[in-house]
């Protein structure tokens, strides 16, 4: 194996991208993280409103 082809084979991300990256294994991007979060806050709204609604 050339040693170029061994640098490339073991970068997951280009480096301009590295200020973005979480180290989590699913939400690899802060932007995910912060839509991740985003909508269990807003299923949790709609599921209380839903059960609010349902026993009033």
């Known amino acids: 194996?050339?040693?170029s082809e061994?640098?490339?084979a073991s970068v997951d991300v280009p480096p301009d991208n590295?200020?973005?990256l979480t180290s989590l294994p699913w939400l690899r991007?802060?932007?995910g993280v912060y839509?991740?979060?985003f909508s269990?806050?807003?299923l949790w709204v709609v599921l209380l409103l839903a059960?609010?609604?349902s026993f009033s």
């Open 35 to 37: 839509l991740f979060v």
């Open 6 to 8: 061994a640098n490339t």
């Open 18 to 20: 590295r200020d973005e």
């Open 1 to 3: 194996m050339k040693s």
């Open 29 to 31: 991007t802060w932007r």
């Open 51 to 53: 059960l609010t609604m």
């Open 40 to 42: 269990c806050f807003v």
